[in-house]
Nanobody, 121 residues
């Protein structure tokens, strides 16, 4: 019943910016923690940024000062503003949403389909 839609990936030059969006829809009572992960070829998936429902955010050291995670609770949407992009940011980015069901109140993690971010030098 819950669907997650990502958008915003693309190809940019080093120093450029992208804004990723991830929206959840369906039988949702509440979206708790939201997060962005990324996975580069040959690497394990890593946590990039995380934000609580109240707006407290945490970032991987590699993106601090360059990326900003935010959310719109009314739209069940999380964003990742990526500035000063570097080639090492190249990866598939996945959003992760902790969702409490409207009907069962159970908690489940949902993942976006992934969006490719490529930063050229």
């Amino acid at each position: 019943q819950v669907q997650v839609m990502e958008s915003g990936g693309g190809l940019v030059q080093a120093g450029g910016s992208l804004r990723l969006s991830c929206a959840a829809s369906g039988s949702i009572f509440m979206v708790n923690t939201m997060a962005w992960y990324r996975q580069a070829p040959g690497n394990q998936r890593e946590l990039v940024a995380r934000i609580t429902r109240g707006g407290s955010a945490n970032y991987a050291d590699s993106v601090k000062g360059r990326f900003t995670i935010s959310r719109d609770n009314a739209k069940n949407t999380v964003y990742l503003q990526m500035d000063s992009l570097k080639p090492e940011d190249t990866a598939v980015y996945y959003c992760n949403l902790e969702v409490r069901s409207r009907t069962t109140y159970g908690l489940l993690d949902y993942w976006g389909q992934g969006t490719q971010v490529t930063v050229s030098s």
